[in-house]
């Protein structure tokens, strides 16, 4: 009887890990092939502002804010590491029937929270120091 108690703690110390590797497995599946599409809408977004403002951004262009603009993406590719959080969290629930319904969501809020922020960054910290 103690035999069989210390397997199924060995047995449940053993699952969680595998358990953990093949949700990360899953999330990493997902949210790597959503980034490409992400990091387009972001730099869509920059390169809307500067067409559509042009003569007012000419003066801005130097290699300082060219930093700041790389600086900036690798920033926002960090915050949509986040995801993977949520996702291992949401995937250890009982929610994780319609995965890939959530998934979409939480990838859709996102991407509005990153171009809002994107729109706010460039309006209120880039173009008014443009002269």
């Known amino acids: 009887m103690a035999a069989a108690n210390l397997t199924e703690s060995v047995e449940f110390k053993k699952s969680p890990s595998n358990s953990f590797k093949e949700m990360l497995g899953d999330a990493v599946g997902f949210w790597e092939r959503q980034r490409l599409l992400y990091n387009l809408v972001l730099v869509g977004v920059v390169f809307v502002w500067f067409v559509a403002t042009w003569p007012h951004f000419r003066p801005a262009m130097h290699l300082f804010r060219l930093f700041q603009l790389i600086g900036l993406g690798l920033i926002a590719n960090v915050l949509y590491c986040a995801a993977y959080v949520v996702d ?44």
Request: proline share 2%; no cysteine; charged share 15%.
């Open 88 to 131: 291992i969290v949401v995937q250890r629930s009982n929610v994780s029937a319609n995965r890939q319904d959530w998934r979409l969501q939480l990838w859709v809020l996102g991407m509005l929270l990153a171009f809002l922020l994107t729109n706010y960054w460039i309006a209120d910290e880039i173009y008014p120091f443009v002269n």
